[in-house]
């Protein structure tokens, strides 16, 4: 695996991390994926200021899942 991170922080990272429980482990998970997910309907209103919010919800789930979820959960794509 390419890294920028030299090998001794790199083994710090790894001892830090191995020292957390499953339950903090999931819990970082869901940090990380919420903090994805702010950032990408960020991105989508910085792209788009008159976007609605459920345009954002519809994006997040064609982007996540795929056009066919999307329109089951939120009908057709708005025309462009």
């Not at 792209?47 to 997040?60: F, Q, S, Y």
């Not at 329109?71 to 462009?80: F, L, Q, V």
Request: aromatic share 8%.
């Amino acid at each position: 695996m390419v890294s920028d991170t030299d090998a001794a922080s790199q083994a710090v990272w790894l001892a830090l991390q191995s020292r957390r429980t499953p339950s903090q482990q999931i819990d970082r998970a869901f940090e990380m994926t919420a903090l994805v997910r702010s950032m990408f309907a960020a991105n989508l209103r910085r792209e788009n200021p008159a976007i609605t919010e459920a345009e954002i919800r519809r994006r997040m789930v064609a982007t996540y899942y795929g056009e066919e979820w999307a329109e089951r959960c939120y009908g057709p794509a708005p025309a462009a």
